[in-house]
């Protein structure tokens, strides 16, 4: 019965589709002469026709607001409440899909896009980056055991007023109650659908835009999802507090009470100074703020008034990290002052323009010829009298040749003026006089201590092959400026390419198509020639490149890198050619061949410059020891052959020192290379005389005592001096950067000494170190500590 079924419901579907097609190209058939049924070509579509186009248009349109929305549906998808056991969600940051991952993993491949993805550690609540409050202390410390410093005494630095200020700064966070969670509606799942994506807050009901802990979930998305936030969240400084330290442009977000507050202002001008473009112009007058700008940023000086352009220690302050880009802003006064302007000459940024803004001391011979000493360019802001007095250009250009730029044209011209310049800096030359850049013995003698200035002479000199012989021969730069119309000398091309492998490259532009000897000869000399775009295809010149490096089988095409003969050549000069083979020639058994072959070599190579390192030790430290016993330097006391094993590196293993290294051995998958085949041991890294690193929370006086201010290395990046002090561990030895990301380490649960694993609550940088005797001061760093929860 079902058969019977199936077979009337198909031909009844058939018996549809025919009457169908007749209806639709019956009026375009030819109607009542008999003729053979066809098309015509000038029919019109029939009310059929259209009715077909727009039920296929709107289903076409169905279909695509459907895929639309199932792209999309993921931003508005409820999050499961819980996720299974060890897993977790999380949100690609890619396509935004939201997924199942490992609980304990850190990296994540999306399963809709397949980009990796790094999953942030989530932070607790219990803890917070707190910044230590409080007078600041000086302490006192001297060398210890153990504990590398003993603490001595302390005293407070900060005045009265600055711990007023921090006691009142405490007393307002401490007023601050923190509200209670009001009746929210199904919060779980307004918190779940902010954790997906924050745009959900822009249409969330008025509830959840008051309700501070769905903002704090939004904002550390983005500081704009503040701007979707109750008048009464945005207008509270404790709260938007940390939108602002992670982003100063939350200012726009923030309401007229919460900009006015000075931690907040604070938060911002660390991050910018162009923070005071939304910050109330009051506070452009208020001295604590402008010097927290200053310290970041210089140039925040424009922003202050003008009264407070006339303080001297803003000022200074800024002119000490932008130089004269901040001084430019201080007062008349103050801009010629002759120590500002030397200050400024020190600044990491702006120290240019030290002299631009000081018209007085422009004008000064003497502090002139001081600045010039310091900053040579500094010549474009010296007065025009001045720099019309030849002692003056020559003072700028001996110590850099390059204000030449600034001199007067008379000094341009003159020989002995651009014998100076160019002496300093060759480059000068470009700006010399049009009759100096003319004087072959002048361009001549540039040439041989920097050829590229070749660039610089004139056309005439570019033509004419004694100067070119001496510009080329110095540097191979010079070739695309050499203008020469019998050409250079084929012993001078190959000096180029010698050079620097790009020569060919020049050759090549000028002559497209030079002798293969000559290529061939380039290649024997530089290998890497063939990384020009014009050899990669040649192969007399690969194969001589190979035979010099085979590594450059990189760089050939693909139909060469299959060519067995050039393979070959390459994997028997360098066993790491395999590597550049073409796939379909690496499971070939002559070059794997020759690949174990070179790789036994190598090690053998090894073997024996190890075993010839060994002996010329061994032959040092017993003449040392001879020299040492000869003039009583030495305090040994025990025989030759019992101090001086520890001196020496462990002998070779007796099976390589006989240098068998059997073909099973390399079948089986034996590394020979020369970084696996030696063992690492601490005497052939280090040098004989040299002295181990220290331990960890000691003192190591002989390696101490090279260190900058007799402060060790610190002991977690090995590279900037161990100036800050642990309390209450007192452990030292360690960086300011790495007491920073040590301290602010949330990871862990709070911030915790290197050396021992205690709690670090005060961080001392010295400043002072006296033999055993060192002294320092508070260091202020915002630190990850346990608090209870709010």
Sequence with gaps: MRGVNGGRASRLRTAFWAVLLEACIAPTLGQGNGETLGLQADAEPG???????????????????????????????????????????????????????????????????????????????????????????????????????QEGSEMFE????????????????????????????????????????????????????????????????????????????????????????????????????????????????????????????EMREDLITLQEAVRSDGTALRYASKELRGDRSLVEAAVKLDGGDALQYAVEELRNDSRLVLEALKAPRGSSKALAFSSKLAADRAFVLEVLKKDGLSLQYVSPILKADTSVVLAALQQ???????????????????????????????????????????????????????????????????????????????????????????ELLLDTVKQDWRAIKEILRKNPDPPEDFLVEAATINPEIVRAQELRGHRSVAAAALEGNGLMLHYLLPDLRADQELASIAVRQNPDAMGEVHPCLRRENDLLKLQKEGLVRRARLELRRRRAKSDTVAAEAVADHEMDRDGDVADWTEPIPEKLPEMLPDP?????????????????????????????????????????????????????????????QCVVCLDEPGCMVLLPCAHGGVCEECVTRIVQNRAFGGAHCPHCRSNISTIVKLQEVEGELAKGVELRIPMARPVANA
Aim: glycine share 4%; hydrophobic share 40%; charged share 30%.
């Design 400 to 490: 850099n040749g390059e204000a030449l730029e600034f001199a007067p044209e008379k000094f341009q011209s003159s020989r002995k003026v651009v014998d100076v310049a160019v002496k300093q800096n060759p480059r000068a030359l470009r700006f010399a006089s049009e009759t100096l850049r003319s004087d072959e013995e002048l361009v001549k003698e540039v040439a041989q201590v920097d050829g590229s200035v070749l660039q610089y002479a004139s056309e005439t000199l570019c033509a004419n092959k004694r100067v070119v012989n001496k510009a080329v021969a110095q540097s191979w730069e010079a070739l695309p400026f050499e203008q020469v119309e019998e050409g250079l000398s084929i």
């Design 652 to 712: 070779p293993d007796p099976k390589m020192e006989k240098e068998e290294i059997s073909q099973e051995e390399l079948e089986d998958g034996a590394d020979v290379s020369p970084t696996s085949s030696r063992p690492p041991r601490a005497a052939e890294e280090n040098d004989v005389g040299k002295v181990a690193a220290s331990i960890i929370g000691k003192v190591d006086v002989e390696s101490a005592s090279g260190a900058e201010d007799g402060l060790p």
């Design 158 to 281: 900060q005045d009265k007023e600055a711990e007023a200020r921090v006691a009142l700064k405490n007393q307002r966070r401490n007023a601050h109650v923190v509200k209670p969670l009001k009746d929210l509606p199904d919060r779980d799942h307004w918190e779940a659908l902010l954790t997906t994506n924050w745009q959900n807050l822009i249409d969330a009901p008025a509830s959840v835009k008051a309700d501070f802990r769905c903002i704090e979930i939004a904002t550390k998305q983005t500081w704009k999802a503040l701007r979707y936030a109750a008048e009464e969240l945005r207008d509270d400084p404790v709260f938007v507090l940390p939108m602002v330290e992670s982003c100063w442009w939350a200012l726009e977000c923030l309401g007229d009470n919460a900009r006015r507050d000075e931690e907040v202002a604070a938060a911002a001008l660390k991050q910018s100074s162009l923070a005071f473009e939304c910050l109330p112009p």
């Design 47 to 149: 009310t059929l026709h259209w009715a077909l186009a727009v039920i296929l248009g709107l289903i076409l349109i169905a279909g695509l607001i459907r895929s639309y929305r199932i792209l999309k549906q993921t931003q508005h998808l409820t999050v499961v409440r819980h996720a299974p056991e060890g897993m977790r969600i999380v949100e690609c940051g890619n396509c935004r899909t939201p997924q199942y991952v490992s609980a304990h993993g850190r990296i994540f491949i999306c399963c809709t896009c397949h980009c990796a993805n790094r999953i942030p550690l989530e932070i607790g609540r219990s803890e917070e980056l707190i910044v230590p409050e409080g007078p600041l202390k000086k302490f006192e410390f001297k060398k210890g055991g153990e504990n590398y410093w």
